[in-house]
């Protein structure tokens, strides 16, 4: 039986593909016939295609499927559809995993959980949250997102999850292809309140080894926020306590807006600065982003520019705050 599928989205990545096969080959180790690596390549434009049809023909353990280009989301779906593993986990094709690392996998499926978290920081053992009532659904999230008032803290993206595949196909779980910033983080909640348990340990597991991203402009990412925005204020509605989630969710997706979406549109002179703060200010208002502002207690969440961006929303200026984006992205010569 597989009991893991590797689910790795390609793109244009042809520059480290090689040096992610090595990586994911010394994870796997001795345990060849356990695992499924699924590369689900989103219309690469390079030769990333070419080098992982080479591959498939050398390893039995993995699959190449090829999409037209439409996102991660779509990528990280078909994998999802396609995984006959036990369990599932996401990589991003240029980073780094532990050696040998299905070794120490193997040993907690003997806990047989819906879902497996690893590199959880400031945990001494391993710890199991079952009977997920609502009371601990809404803190297994606050954990997630940073807010939990211990020091236990789980890296907030789609790294060192593994999730049980009949649970994912179960419930009917998968990206929403819409959202193109955060994809992952709603996907992670969404899966915590569909969850009857959650294995919590502090093994190493994956390292971020550089940001090979460019800042890249995306018309969806407006719609994709209000999308996120409101599929995050749905999930959470009916709990108690979820004032710290909707703060956090509503200072980084407006903050994002500012930066990945009017701030560029402004720069390349698709609007006009003053069209960018009166559509802002319609945003927040209509959405309740502005009932979040004055929050100065998660600032520790946010970096430099969107804790800037926060100040001077709070004191009112939409305006002032785009500015300060704009000078961000000129001292660092970001080109949208």
Request: aromatic share 10%; glycine share 4%.
């Amino acid at each position: 039986m597989i009991k893991l599928s590797v689910i790795v989205p390609v793109y244009n990545s042809e520059e480290y593909l090689r040096r992610t096969i090595i990586n994911l080959q010394k994870m796997i180790g001795s345990f060849q016939k356990e695992v499924e690596l699924i590369f689900v390549d989103d219309g690469s434009e390079d030769d990333s295609v070419k080098l992982l049809e080479n591959i498939t023909t050398k390893f039995a353990n993995v699959k190449l499927i090829c999409n037209r280009h439409q996102g991660v989301s779509k990528a990280r779906n078909t994998g999802i559809n396609n995984a006959t593993g036990k369990y599932i986990t996401f990589l991003d094709s240029d980073d780094d995993y532990r050696s040998n690392f299905l070794e120490i996998f193997i040993q907690y499926l003997k806990y047989n959980v819906d879902i497996i978290w690893f590199d959880v920081h400031n945990i001494q053992n391993t710890k199991l949250i079952s009977r997920l009532d609502a009371k601990l659904k809404i803190k297994t999230i606050e954990m997630l997102l940073g807010l939990n008032s211990s020091n236990i803290s789980i890296q907030e993206g789609i790294a060192s999850k593994f999730y049980k595949t009949d649970f994912l196909k179960k419930n009917k779980l998968l990206f929403n292809e819409n959202v193109v910033t955060s994809e992952d983080t709603l996907f992670a909640v969404q899966s915590i309140f569909k969850a009857q348990n959650i294995l919590l340990s502090g093994e190493k597991f994956y390292t971020v080894l550089e940001e090979h991203s460019l800042n890249r402009f995306k018309k969806e990412s407006l719609e994709g926020e209000l999308q996120y925005h409101k599929t995050m204020k749905g999930l959470i509605a009916n709990y108690k306590n979820t004032e710290k989630i909707l703060d956090r969710i509503q200072i980084n997706g407006f903050c994002g807006l500012i930066h990945r979406y009017y701030g560029p549109m402004v720069m390349k002179k698709k609007i006009t600065r003053r069209e960018a703060i009166a559509q802002l200010k319609q945003l927040a208002i209509e959405n309740g982003y502005n009932k979040s502002w004055k929050n100065n207690t998660l600032d520790n969440l946010f970096p430099l520019r969107y804790r800037l961006l926060r100040r001077a929303l709070a004191f009112g200026s939409i305006g002032y705050a785009l500015e300060i984006d704009i000078v961000f992205d000129k001292i660092k010569r970001v080109k949208w």
